[in-house]
């Protein structure tokens, strides 16, 4: 049987609990509700780690940021982790990768056999975080600048980035189905919208009206847990009350935002129909992690939340898996051995995997409903911990007071159970549970010890001659377009699609 393509489609920092295929939503989503509607929606996925980077590494490796030192965003990771991408090179596919994955390191590829574009984010280990001087706030931390200066746009960094991204792989696909042969292809196209600063060109600002914009709701700041209150120190917004209006300007671009990867994705799903690759290719869609959005009067993600740590995940494979939904917890650390199953191969059985197949899931068959999370950057002083099952959601910390979340009959989590005596016993258990899961103290000196060496050569390596590990994109232009090596006619007959008669 011939293998399937796969176009993994990732956005950054869209979350799940405000788009309309999970919920009443003033966002305007055709295409991606159109993909909804008629592969498998996951209605309760989540990150592993709700920041960019540590999320990211779990997902390509199926592997938890513990394991693989995935501790933030300028954490190395290491080449000898297996990806989706090594096994589904070893499985015949091409992999590539268009846009962002935040690799930090030298390997700049990970199992990918081309990236057609460079990151938007740095590979080096700049943005590491300092446990060793907790109320120390580094200039690179985000400030609420993004909120305040929130607003229409006529162009920005990252919407050069996600224009690059987009059109390199529509290219990918094109080449595609000029080449010869039939090698399936991998191919994983990441956005960075609609991740902060809020700000999206006119046309995607003016689908909105203030009107349509609903306010989060606040809650005093002392009220706030713990972790909650280092956050807002670590983006500078304790004892500084936003704006009304910047705070509806800032979300009315976010869902701008959204409708402007929904407008990216069409132009992929039309590029399928163009190139007759639709029903060969299974589509992915899905996020790094979320956005609170002013929810719980907080913003940008780094907590266990559901606004920060749900991501949309949608599967569409017609005729292969029928339409449905999922109500069980899964996370994107699962898709590494979904993929390769997928793929018709098999995990090596002896190395360590974190992840489960969500196959059983698309089958109808059910499957599990459980994720593991952990979180070691921004607003820590120590591991913070999440295990989602059932109906309940449990944070757990050494350092500050434990969460309990029934996120089934309380989606937005204003009833903490900790202390309700009817959830004694199950708060006691999950307790027992991460208590013989994590070993906080070891992980703790892996953290800082990782953290002193990322520190000392980042200084060195900004000493003397730069030499950057940034991913350079190679374009060997002998190779483009018209040149005399190749007969012209030959070369446009070629470069056409699709190709006309010979004998014409």
């Known amino acids: 049987m011939k293998r399937k393509n796969i176009l993994f489609i990732m956005a950054d920092q869209m979350a799940a609990p405000m788009l309309p295929f999970y919920g009443p939503s003033p966002i305007q989503l055709p295409n991606l509700s159109r993909l909804a509607a ?192 280092r956050l807002l120190k670590v983006y500078d917004l304790w004892d500084k009350p936003l704006p009304v209006d910047k705070i509806r300007d800032a979300r009315r671009a976010y869902f701008g935002a959204c409708s402007y990867i929904d407008s990216n994705v069409g132009k992929l799903l039309q590029t399928l129909e163009d190139t007759g690759l639709a029903d060969d290719t299974l589509i992915i869609f899905s996020g790094d992690h979320g956005d609170m959005l002013g929810e719980r009067g907080l913003w940008y993600k780094m907590h266990w939340f559901e606004m920060a740590a749900r991501v949309p995940l949608l599967i569409s494979a017609p005729g292969q898996f029928a339409a449905g939904r999922v109500s069980q917890a899964v996370s994107t650390a699962d898709l590494l051995p979904t993929l390769v199953e997928l793929a018709g191969g098999e995990l090596d059985p002896l190395l360590p995997l974190d992840g489960r197949s969500l196959v059983p899931h698309l089958q109808g068959q059910g499957g599990h409903d459980e994720v593991f999370g952990e979180y070691m950057a921004e607003g820590t002083i120590g591991p913070l911990m999440m295990i989602r099952r059932g109906a309940y959601k449990f944070i757990y910390s050494e350092d500050d007071p434990c969460l309990l979340f029934d996120v089934h009959n309380d989606p937005r989590e204003q009833e903490e159970l900790s202390q309700s005596p009817q959830h004694r016993a199950l708060f006691a258990a999950f307790l027992d549970e991460a208590r013989a899961k994590w070993d906080i103290p070891a992980i703790h000196r892996q953290v800082l010890a990782s953290q002193r060496r990322r520190r000392l050569v980042f200084e060195a390596l900004t000493q003397g001659k730069l030499k950057s590990w940034d991913h350079q994109p190679r374009v060997d232009a002998s190779q483009q377009y018209m040149r005399n090596h190749i007969d012209l006619d030959d070369l446009e007959r070629k470069a056409r699609y699709p190709q006309p008669c010979q004998n014409q």
Request: aromatic letters at 14%; proline letters at 10%; one cysteine or more.
């Open 38 to 229: 008629q592969g498998v929606v996951f209605d309760a996925a989540y990150c592993n780690s709700p920041l960019c980077a540590p999320s990211r590494f779990t997902l390509v490796s199926g592997q938890l940021p513990s394991k693989i030192g995935a501790y933030d965003n300028a954490a190395d990771f290491p080449a000898d982790v297996p990806t989706y991408a090594h096994y589904l090179r070893r499985l015949g596919y091409r992999t590539a990768l268009s846009g962002k994955m935040h690799f930090c390191g030298p390997d700049q590829l990970h199992g990918y056999e081309e990236r057609l574009t460079s990151d938007i984010y740095p590979a080096d280990y700049g943005w590491a975080v300092n446990w060793d001087e907790p109320d120390v706030r580094p200039t690179w931390y985000h400030n609420m600048s993004s909120v305040l200066q929130a607003g229409p746009c006529v162009r920005t960094n990252q919407l050069d980035f996600d224009e690059e991204v987009v059109f390199k792989a529509q290219q990918y696909l094109f080449d595609h189905i000029r080449e010869d042969g039939d090698q399936p292809f991998c191919l994983t196209v990441s956005m960075t919208h609609p991740h902060d600063p809020y700000t999206i060109p006119k046309p995607f600002w003016d689908l909105y009206d203030d009107a349509d914009i609903p306010l989060p709701a606040t809650p005093a700041q002392g009220d706030l847990d713990p972790h909650s209150q």
